[in-house]
């Protein structure tokens, strides 16, 4: 195993620190303000309330980042975790929005957030359901999952008028090729902070070609004080079902998370850990609702970067959450760092999540090579595709079965934990242990 650069107890010294934490920030900000943009669009809220929930997701995702990393008691998971608005809940939230509105979108998510807190007790037998083929399964699927998502930002965005032109591509491709180059020739801080120089560079080479758009820098507030309950909140029970099933939903997406995380910072992942991770997720969601954000949860994409730079250090992305408390307190900052090119993303972005990809590759490399074994893979990963390149698939099904089966990480998992619990020889399986808790040069996060 490939020892690390800094591991997860490694505290760089402070300029290092400061850019490998702005990797980090570079690589989750525009998930974190899509949702809340998306939502506002979708409930055709006025602009100042638009700004509202996208002030109050920095800083719950900033304030909840600090607390995974740092810990707090039995919450966090104390390794480098960006917390931040999920895509999970879109759906849910849009379809409580139209008829509740912002207060019902953030009660229901106070309520709903009690799926996961009461879930984390569970997760010692949640564990269980997780040898290495199915964690391999559900590691290669975030990867998987991720990775249209670069493809739509290296062609210029879904939507774009010039979307695939020649002249995004190449500058994709420039800042990939910057990224490999970086990593494989760059020694210390230039490998360890591939991402964000790689970006930078494409940055500059798209400003100077008139490709930086500063409209949203212009019109953003130098400086906006919270507003926790700045919407109210109301409890529809329906919301409450709706939101409910996006956590349960969430639950089996993050733990596959965390056992991605594992294998990047090489830190074993025991129930005990998963649950104080899990946790952290529920309790920051309660309070992210109560600044008046969207619920939060832990970024798989963050993984990629860890994997591909070597830096485990949790005191990095603590410093990462701080970042993004201050691009809360000041969206003129987050405006800033919004203004970089989606080509320029998508190249870097590629790089990141393909890297999830090959961890789990590694990780089903060590899965036994039986019959049992390559079914397993074979058709969790297949049906985890049918609905991440074809989402249509689900268009004329129930509500609630597209809410549980939209992304193709949970069907993936859930299609993987099914046929390991149902096909015959599962005791070959039981003698799986995670060969991380053996290696010398795992850890066990304190």
Not at 130 to 152: E, Q
Not at 224 to 237: C, E, K, R, T
Request: hydrophobic share 55%; glycine share 12%; with cysteine.
């Amino acid at each position: 195993m490939e020892k690390l650069l800094y591991q997860v107890e490694d505290r760089p010294p402070i300029l290092t620190t400061v850019l490998l934490a702005a990797q980090h920030l570079l690589a989750a900000l525009g998930g974190i303000i899509a949702v809340p943009l998306v939502l506002g669009g979708a409930l055709r809220l006025p602009p100042d309330q638009i700004i509202a929930l996208v002030n109050a997701a920095l800083l719950g995702s900033g304030i909840v980042t600090i607390i995974q990393c740092k810990g707090v008691g039995p919450v966090g998971i104390r390794l480098p975790c960006v917390m931040g608005t999920s895509f999970t809940f879109v759906g849910a939230g849009i379809s409580v929005g139209l008829e509740h509105g912002v207060p019902g979108i953030l009660g229901a998510s106070l309520a709903g957030s009690l799926v996961m807190i009461v879930g984390s007790f569970f997760m010692p037998t949640i564990r269980k359901l997780f040898p290495h083929t199915v964690t391999g399964v559900v590691v290669t699927m975030i990867g998987l999952s991720l990775t249209p998502v670069a493809i739509d930002w290296a062609a210029g965005g879904v939507g774009s008028a010039n979307y695939a032109a020649p002249g995004s591509l190449a500058i994709a491709g420039l800042v990939l090729l910057l990224v490999i180059g970086f990593v494989q020739w760059g020694k210390g801080i230039v490998s360890a902070s591939a991402v964000v120089l790689g970006i930078m560079i494409g940055y500059l080479v798209c400003l100077a070609l008139g490709m930086v758009d500063f409209t949203q820098l212009r019109s953003a507030p130098v400086f906006a004080l919270p507003q926790p309950a700045h919407f109210g909140m109301s409890f529809p029970v329906s919301g409450i079902a709706a939101m409910s099933l996006a956590f349960l939903v969430t639950i089996v997406e993050t733990t596959g998370t965390f056992m991605a995380l594992g294998a990047a910072t090489q830190t074993s992942m025991p129930g005990k850990t998963l649950a104080r991770g899990i946790l952290c997720d529920g309790v920051g969601s309660a309070f992210a609702a109560m600044l008046s954000s969207p619920p939060v949860s832990t970024f798989a994409q963050n993984v990629g970067v860890v994997t591909l730079t070597g830096v485990a250090s949790r005191h990095v992305v603590a410093l990462t959450g701080g970042m993004l408390v201050l691009a809360g307190l000041f969206p003129v900052l987050g405006a800033l760092i919004v203004t970089i090119p989606q080509p320029v993303l998508g190249g870097a972005g590629l790089m990141m999540f393909a890297m999830i990809v090959s961890a789990g590759i590694h990780m089903l490399g060590k899965s036994a090579p039986t019959k049992r074994n390559s079914l397993i893979i074979a058709v969790s990963i297949g049906c985890g595709l049918a609905v991440t390149v074809r989402p249509e698939l689900l268009g004329k099904l129930p509500a609630f079965v597209k809410e549980v089966f939209g992304s193709g990480i949970t069907v993936g998992a859930l299609v993987a934990v099914v046929l390991n619990l149902f096909l015959p020889g599962r005791e070959v399986d039981a003698l799986e242990e995670d060969e991380c808790e053996a290696d010398p040069l795992v850890q066990e996060p304190a």
